[in-house]
């Protein structure tokens, strides 16, 4: 078991592009979360997954942002129409619903996404 | 969830313990108090919880005041490896799933 993985670690992009992140949870983890951390802030929730079943969409979450997690395993998070406004780190984290920690949430390294 | 007030910066001599402190007031009775650590450059780390008891594991103790209104963390013997910022959070326990509402944390600064 190696902890939540993210990839990529860094990606920098032109405004307009599409972006797409990818995170995988520790096995057998149920839940998984997206959060968004801008610089001297502290995380922000985006979207959680029970499963495969996107649960709760923050209103942070606009239109150009769509997250999947299709086989209730990794999960993607993809950025349309980037805009200067979406650099931040976006982590992943996944919890496992189950057992003497199951509320505790296990963190990715993240990816820093910077859009000129 | 409860909101939570923290100081935004301490500091702390290597060797010595770091008590952290951490108000919330508005706490309801199903509201745990949950600490989380973030080194510069990598995700939040957990590194404790609880509901009215006072808490300790092998990272930390959790010292929450008899009306749950504010808690303390306390690392007993701070390194350097301990500066962080570190992030009080009260949510609902049970088995909602639980997402984090961080606020700014307090910076610990840990120096030799």
């Known amino acids: 078991d190696t902890g939540v993985s993210q990839d990529p670690r860094h990606k920098i992009t032109k405004r307009g592009q599409n972006v797409t992140f990818r995170c995988d949870p520790i096995?057998?983890?149920?839940?998984l979360y997206w959060y968004r951390q801008t610089l001297g802030q502290g995380p922000e929730f985006l979207t959680y997954?029970?499963?495969?079943?996107?649960?709760?969409k923050s209103r942070l979450l606009s239109d150009r942002f769509s997250a999947e997690r299709p086989k209730g395993s990794f999960s993607t998070l993809e950025i349309q129409r980037t805009e200067q406004g979406d650099s931040a780190m976006y982590l992943c984290a996944s919890s496992p619903g189950r057992g003497s920690s199951y509320n505790e949430q296990f963190f990715g390294p993240g990816t820093r996404l910077t859009v000129l | 969830d409860a909101k939570t007030t923290q100081p935004p910066s301490m500091d702390c001599a290597e060797g010595r313990a770091a008590n952290l402190p951490c108000n919330h007031s508005t706490i309801s009775g199903n509201e745990y108090v949950y600490w989380y650590r973030q080194i510069h450059s990598q995700g939040p780390q957990y590194i404790i919880h609880?509901?009215?008891n006072n808490e300790t594991n092998e990272m930390a103790s959790l010292i929450i005041t008899e009306d749950r209104k504010s808690s303390t963390l306390i690392l007993p013997h701070a390194t350097l490896r301990d500066t962080a910022v570190y992030y009080c959070?009260?949510?609902?326990?049970?088995?909602?799933?639980?997402?984090?509402?961080f606020g700014q944390g307090t910076i610990l600064t840990v120096h030799p």
């Open positions: 959070i009260v949510r609902a326990g049970g088995t909602s799933y639980g997402k984090l509402t």
């Open positions: 096995s057998e983890h149920n839940r």
């Open positions: 609880g509901l009215k």
């Open positions: 997954f029970q499963n495969e079943a996107q649960l709760e």
